[in-house]
């Protein structure tokens, strides 16, 4: 939403917005991506294809005939039908220091490496994973207190920033290959990755209660069952839980949830 903002308010004319297809949310309601209720909101056009590469989905972009296409977190592999359409090719923009972290959650797992900074880069589109040359990025350090929620809202601003300078001067930009022998990847977030154990020590437990908020979320046992860990610290060689949640129940102090273990 704030690239779409951002190139809106930056004078630049959309022809067309592309997202999922409306799905169901909370309790099951169907609920629009946020993505389209931006669009909306500025009265822009919204096509919602369940999949890109369709041929009338295909054909509906040829038609607008866009001199630039422009991808943040779209979900799909754009293949070669899409992204030969725009007269300047496909940017995207991406919540990592490519080559490190390719793929679908470089976020989470940016903070469950430990690492101490990340970025967002501008890339050329090629038909391969986040693979194609770089035309701009910008790196951040990545706070010790800071959760993936937190990181996506300061990335997902800068992100817009960096696009909005990138294509002002597109034209005339040179674009870097990436280090491909450097590549690291980052998959989707499986569930399994936040049932975590008191062994796992201070510092991992932390960090992955960090990375897997808001999805899946980072469990531990308590003398109550398992409970979700929603926020926490390090102090010493303890990780030290202060606000956690019981299935079913509203968050609360830790201390009520751990009792006397």
Same mark, same amino acid.
Request: hydrophobic share 40%; net charge neutral; glycine share 8%.
């Given at each position: 939403?704030?690239?779409?903002?951002?190139?809106?308010?930056?004078?630049?004319?959309?022809?067309?917005?592309?997202?999922?297809? %409306?799905?169901?949310?909370?309790?099951?309601?169907?609920?629009?991506?946020?993505?389209?209720?931006?669009?909306?909101e #500025? *009265?822009?056009?919204?096509?919602?294809?369940?999949?890109?590469?369709?041929?009338a989905?295909?054909?509906?972009?040829?038609?607008?005939?866009? %001199?630039?296409?422009?991808?943040?977190?779209?979900?799909?592999? #754009? &293949?070669?039908?899409?992204? *030969?359409?725009?007269?300047?090719?496909?940017?995207?923009?991406?919540?990592?220091?490519?080559?490190?972290?390719?793929?679908?959650?470089?976020?989470?797992?940016?903070?469950? @490496?430990?690492? %101490?900074?990340?970025?967002?880069?501008?890339?050329?589109?090629?038909?391969?994973?986040?693979?194609?040359?770089?035309?701009?990025?910008?790196?951040? *350090?990545?706070?010790?207190?800071?959760?993936?929620? =937190?990181?996506?809202?300061? #990335?997902?601003?800068?992100?817009?920033?960096?696009?909005?300078?990138?294509?002002? *001067? $597109?034209?005339?930009?040179?674009?870097?290959?990436?280090?491909h022998?450097?590549?690291? #990847? @980052?998959?989707?977030?499986?569930?399994?990755e936040?049932? $975590?154990?008191?062994?796992?020590?201070?510092?991992?437990?932390?960090?992955?209660?960090?990375?897997?908020?808001?999805?899946?979320? @980072?469990? $531990? &046992?308590?003398?109550?069952?398992?409970?979700?860990?929603?926020?926490?610290?390090?102090?010493?060689?303890?990780?030290?839980?202060?606000?956690?949640?019981?299935?079913?129940?509203?968050p609360?102090?830790?201390? =009520?949830?751990?009792?006397? @273990?």
């Open positions: 939403m704030p690239s779409l903002r951002a190139l809106h308010a930056a004078g630049h004319e959309i022809a067309l917005v592309v997202t999922q297809p %409306d799905r169901p949310g909370h309790r099951m309601k169907v609920t629009p991506p946020p993505v389209k209720v931006a669009a909306e #500025l *009265s822009l056009p919204v096509y919602q294809p369940a999949r890109i590469g369709d041929p989905a295909v054909e509906r972009l040829r038609a607008n005939a866009p %001199d630039i296409m422009v991808v943040v977190a779209y979900g799909q592999i #754009l &293949p070669r039908s899409v992204l *030969s359409i725009p007269r300047l090719g496909a940017v995207n923009v991406h919540a990592s220091l490519l080559p490190r972290h390719r793929g679908a959650a470089p976020i989470a797992r940016a903070i469950l @490496a430990g690492d %101490d900074k990340t970025g967002v880069t501008i890339m050329k589109m090629d038909e391969q994973m986040d693979h194609g040359p770089v035309l701009a990025m910008r790196a951040t *350090s990545i706070g010790d207190h800071e959760d993936a929620v =937190q990181l996506t809202e300061r #990335l997902a601003e800068m992100g817009a920033e960096v696009l909005v300078e990138t294509l002002e *001067s $597109l034209e005339q930009a040179r674009s870097v290959e990436q280090e022998t450097q590549a690291t #990847l @980052a998959p989707k977030l499986a569930k399994e936040g049932e $975590l154990e008191w062994s796992l020590g201070a510092k991992e437990i932390d960090r992955r209660v960090r990375a897997l908020q808001p999805w899946p979320g @980072a469990t $531990l &046992p308590t003398p109550r069952g398992r409970a979700k860990v929603l926020t926490g610290h390090v102090e010493g060689d303890r990780y030290v839980p202060e606000v956690m949640q019981l299935p079913g129940k509203r609360t102090a830790a201390k =009520q949830v751990l009792g006397d @273990a």
